[in-house]
C-alpha cells in the first residue's frame, strides 16, 4: 500500500495516456535537440574553416537526423550562405538518406561503419566541390581534414556509448578516458565556434568542467581539463589559445585549494587566472577570457552541488568487475532460493500424501485385506451377506471410542464368521499397528514442518540478500583502496572495503576489519567523507564472532526525529519493549513490542522480540523474514504458549520511503498537513500460529510528517485524539510532543482498564546543508 496524500490516485487508462504522452514529449524534446545540434554544429568552424561537425550530428542522431538537416540549413542561411555550406548540407541530406534506406542495416551500430559512412560521404562531396570549383590546397586539404575529423567524432561516440550500454555506466578509464578527452575536445571547439554577446561559451564550458574536476580528481583533473579545452578553442580559433592555455595552470592551482570548500577554489582560480593574464599580457582577448572565467565560476556556484553530484553520477557513475560479479551473484542467490522454494513445495506434497494415505487407513479396512481375504467363507460373509459390512463398521466404532473389540461383540455383529477370537485379536492388533503408525506420521509431520519452515526461512533469506546485491548500481574500486588505505593508517590493516552507489544514487562504503574498533570515529568519518568528496554520515558499527562490520552512508535528504513516552500499568514491570536505532546512516528503525499477559512474562517476549528483530534487522534482513524468524522463535522457546505483537517503522532516509509492519499491533497513524491518516490492518501476533502473515504497508514521506506509534494501552478513541493533537502541533519539541501525548492518554483511560502505555512519535524533515 502506497500512500500519498500530495498525488491523487491515477487509474490504469490514465497511466497509459500518460504514458503516451511522455513519450510523444521525449519524441519532441530529441527533435528539439537533434535540430538545435545542427544549428551549433553548422555555425562552428575548425582552424577557421566551416566546420564538418553537421555530419556527425545526424549520423548521431539516427531517426532524429532530419531535424539536423533543417538546423545545418537555418545555420548557413543565416550566417555564410548556402553557398558556403554546399559540402555540409549536401552531406547531411545525404546522411539522413542511408539512415533510412541502408542495404547494410545490420551493420548500422558498427561504430567503424558508421565512421567510414561519414567520412567517405562527406569527402566525395569535397572532391566535387573542389572539382567543380577550383580551390586553393589549403582549402581543399582542409576539406579532407575535417571530413576524417566528422568521422573520428562518430567513431569515437558511438564507442563510448556502446561502452555505457554494455556495462550500463560510463568509465572514466584506459581507453574510454581517451576518448571522453577527444570528445571533450571537440565538444568545446564546437560551443568555442559561437560568441554570446562577449561570451564564449566554449571558454566557459571549459571553467566550469574545470572546477567541477577540480573537486573530484583535484590537481589532476583540474589540469588535464584546462589542457583539453585549450586544445579544443585552439581546434576551433588559434587566435584564442594563447589566453586559454592559462587554464591549465589554474586548475593546478585551484585543485590545491579545493579542500577548503567551494568558494575557497573559485577564488584562487579566479586569482590565479588573473595573474597569468596579466603576466601574459593585456591584449584584446584578455577581457573576454576573464568575463569567460567569471562566468564558469558563477555558474559552478550557482547549480547545486547534490544536482551536479547527481547529474555526474547518472553519466560516469561506476562500474568495473566487482559489479559485473555483484549482479551474478545476486542472479545465483536468487536461483538458490527458487531451488529451496521447489524443495519446500515437494516436501508440502509428500506431508499431504501421507496424510491422506494414514487418514485412509482403518483398522476394519485392514483387517478385512490381511485376515478375511485369505479365509475360506470370505465369498459367505461379504459377498451373500450384505450385514457384514455394516458389521465391521460398528467393530470399528467400538475401536474409536477407545475400546477393545471382544469374541463375544464378534459373534454377535458377525454372525457368520467362525473365527471370532481370531477377529477380535486382528481387530485389536491392527489398531494399535495403525495409532503407532499415526503417531509416527504426526511425528516425521512435525519434523517435516519444521524442515519446511527453515527451508522457507533459508529462501527469504537468499532472496533479501540477493535483493541487497542488486541494489548497488555501482563500485568505485579506486575509492574503495582509497578507503583502505586511511584505515591502514589508523591501525586496521588488511581490511575488506566496498564503497558503492545504490539505487537511490547514495554512496556508501562498508568496511570490515578483525577484531574491535577503537579509534577516532569522527576522524575517521571526516577522512572518508574527503576521500569520497561528500558528506559521509557517522558509521554504524556492529560486530560478531571477532569481526567488525563500519558502514558509513553519504548524508541522507530526509532526518527523522523520534522519542518515547512509556508507563507501566503495574507500576513494576511493563510488557511493552522498544528500540530505536540506526543502521548505515540512512536508514532508521523503530520496533514496538508488547508481550501477552502482564509481568515477567510478558516484558520477556517483549524484549526478546524487539532484541532478536535488531540483530536481524542490522544483518541486512527484509521485513517479513525478520517476521517468519521472530515468530518460529517464539513458538520454539519453551513449552507454554509464548507470543507478543510486532510493531517495525523502517525510515528509507535517503529515498524519502517509510515501510511498516505489524503483527497484532495497533494502527499507527500518519499526521500531515493537518490530516490524520491510518496506517496498518488487523494481523496475528508472532508466534501464535505457525503460518501468519503479517500487515505490510509503504508509504512516502515529505517535510514535517509525523508518524504515531503506540501500543494498546492506548484505546482508539485515545490514540485518534493524540493522533489529531500531533498533527496540529507546529513546532514542538519532539520530546515535549510525545510526553503531552502520554498524558492525553493517562488522564483519558480508567484505572480498571489500565494496560501498559507505549507512545513513540517521529518527525520527518529535510536535511538542512
Known amino acids: 500500500m502506497l500512500i500519498n496524500l500530495k498525488t491523487t490516485a491515477v487509474v490504469p487508462a490514465d497511466k497509459k495516456q500518460l504514458s503516451k504522452r511522455t513519450t510523444k514529449a521525449r519524441k519532441w524534446t530529441s527533435r528539439i535537440v537533434a535540430f538545435a545540434g545542427g544549428l551549433l554544429t553548422g555555425l562552428s568552424v575548425t582552424l577557421g574553416f566551416p566546420s564538418f561537425m553537421c555530419g556527425a550530428a545526424a549520423s548521431l542522431a539516427g531517426d532524429y537526423s532530419p531535424s539536423v538537416f533543417l538546423g545545418t540549413l537555418l545555420a548557413f542561411l543565416l550566417n555564410r550562405g548556402l553557398e558556403a555550406g554546399i559540402v555540409q548540407i549536401c552531406s547531411v541530406l545525404v546522411i539522413t538518406a542511408i539512415h533510412f534506406i541502408d542495404p547494410f542495416e545490420d551493420r548500422r551500430e558498427e561504430p567503424v561503419y558508421r565512421s567510414l559512412v561519414v567520412s567517405g560521404v562527406l569527402m566525395l562531396f569535397s572532391c566535387v566541390v573542389t572539382a567543380a570549383m577550383p580551390s586553393d590546397l589549403y582549402l581543399a586539404s582542409m576539406r579532407m581534414i575535417n571530413s576524417l575529423l566528422a568521422g573520428c567524432t562518430v567513431f569515437i561516440t558511438m564507442s563510448v556509448r556502446d561502452n555505457a550500454k554494455h556495462s550500463g555506466v560510463f568509465d572514466l578509464t584506459g581507453m ?21 554577446f562577449t561570451l564564449n ?5 571549459g571553467a566550469f568542467i574545470l572546477l567541477q574536476a577540480s573537486r573530484r580528481y583535484r590537481s589532476f583533473g583540474g589540469a588535464v581539463i584546462g589542457a583539453l579545452t585549450a586544445c579544443g578553442v585552439l581546434v576551433s580559433d588559434p587566435s584564442l589559445a594563447r589566453n586559454t592555455l592559462l587554464l591549465a595552470t589554474a586548475g593546478l592551482i585551484c585543485g590545491v585549494f579545493v579542500r577548503f570548500g567551494r568558494l575557497a577554489a573559485v577564488m584562487s582560480f579566479l586569482m590565479t587566472s588573473l595573474i597569468s593574464l596579466v603576466a601574459v599580457g593585456v591584449n584584446g582577448d584578455t577581457y573576454h577570457m576573464f568575463a569567460d572565467i567569471v562566468t564558469g565560476s558563477l555558474l559552478f556556484l550557482i547549480i547545486p552541488a547534490d544536482k551536479i553530484k547527481r547529474f555526474g553520477k547518472r553519466i560516469s557513475g561506476f562500474r568495473s568487475t566487482p559489479e559485473l560479479i555483484g549482479h551474478t551473484t545476486a542472479a545465483r542467490l536468487s536461483m538458490a532460493g527458487r531451488t529451496l522454494g521447489e524443495i519446500r513445495r515437494r516436501l508440502d506434497m ?19 485385506r490381511c485376515v478375511c481375504t485369505d479365509c475360506p467363507s470370505y465369498r459367505l460373509c461379504f ?3 450384505e450385514s457384514t459390512e455394516s458389521a465391521f463398521d460398528s467393530l470399528q466404532n467400538i475401536l474409536d471410542c477407545g475400546d477393545t473389540v471382544t469374541d463375544e461383540q464378534v459373534r454377535q455383529k458377525v454372525c457368520c464368521c467362525d473365527r471370532p477370537r481370531l477377529l477380535a485379536e ?44 542488486s541494489r548497488v548500481q555501482s563500485i568505485d574500486t579506486g575509492l574503495s583502496e582509497s578507503v583502505r588505505e586511511q584505515l591502514a593508517v589508523m591501525g586496521y590493516k588488511g581490511a575488506k572495503v566496498c564503497v558503492y552507489i545504490d539505487e537511490d544514487l547514495c554512496r556508501k562504503a562498508d568496511a570490515f576489519i578483525k577484531g574491535g574498533f577503537s579509534g577516532d570515529v569522527a576522524r575517521l568519518t571526516a577522512a572518508v567523507s574527503s576521500i569520497l568528496d561528500c558528506d559521509m554520515a557517522l558509521p554504524d558499527i556492529t560486530g560478531e564472532n571477532g569481526i567488525t ?17 512509556s508507563a507501566s500499568a503495574s507500576g513494576e514491570y511493563s510488557g511493552d519493549t522498544c528500540d530505536i536505532f540506526d543502521v548505515g546512516g540512512s536508514e532508521k528503525y523503530i520496533l514496538l513490542s508488547d508481550g501477552m499477559g502482564t509481568g515477567k512474562r510478558a516484558r520477556l517476549d517483549s524484549s526478546f522480540t524487539v532484541s532478536l528483530s535488531r540483530k536481524l534487522l542490522t544483518s541486512g534482513l527484509s521485513l517479513t523474514t525478520v517476521h517468519r524468524l521472530v515468530s518460529s522463535m517464539l513458538r520454539v522457546k519453551g513449552w507454554e504458549e509464548s507470543f507478543a505483537t510486532m510493531d517495525i517503522l523502517h525510515l528509507d532516509l535517503c529515498g524519502g520511503r517509510a515501510s511498516l509492519l505489524k ?60 493522533a489529531q493533537t500531533a498533527a496540529e502541533a507546529n513546532d514542538c519539541d519532539i520530546t515535549e510532543l510525545v510526553n503531552r501525548l502520554g498524558s492525553i492518554v493517562l488522564d483519558r483511560r480508567q484505572g480498571a482498564k489500565a494496560d501498559d502505555l507505549t507512545i513513540i512519535a517521529v518527525r520527518i524533515g529535510m536535511r538542512k546543508d
Open 176 to 196: 574510454n578516458g581517451m576518448f571522453a578527452g577527444m570528445f571533450f575536445i571537440m565538444v568545446v571547439s564546437i560551443f568555442a565556434s559561437v560568441n554570446i
Open 201 to 205: 561559451p566554449g571558454r566557459t564550458l
Open 350 to 368: 509428500v506431508t499431504v500424501t501421507m496424510d491422506r494415505n494414514t487418514a485412509s487407513r482403518t483398522a476394519s479396512s485392514e483387517v478385512k
Open 383 to 385: 459377498e451373500k451377506n
Open 426 to 469: 486382528a481387530f485389536n492388533d491392527l489398531e494399535r499397528h495403525i495409532l503407532r503408525d499415526k503417531a509416527e506420521n504426526i511425528r516425521i509431520r512435525e519434523l517435516r514442518t519444521m524442515l519446511t519452515d527453515q527451508l522457507l526461512s533459508m529462501e527469504d533469506i537468499l532472496s533479501d540478500l540477493s535483493y541487497r546485491s
Open 549 to 565: 562490520r563500519i558502514s558509513f552512508s553519504e548524508l541522507p535528504l530526509f532526518t527523522a526525529e523520534a522519542a518515547v513516552f
Open 663 to 722: 503483527a497484532g499491533a495497533v494502527n499507527s497513524r500518519l499526521c500531515r498537513d493537518g490530516a490524520v491518516v491510518p496506517l496498518g490492518d488487523t494481523s496475528f501476533p508472532a508466534g501464535i500460529l505457525s503460518d501468519c502473515p503479517p500487515n505490510k504497508s509503504e508509504i512516502k514521506l515529505f517535510d514535517g510528517d509525523i508518524i504515531i506509534m503506540n501500543s494498546d494501552g492506548a484505546d482508539e478513541d485515545s490514540a485518534q485524539l493524540i
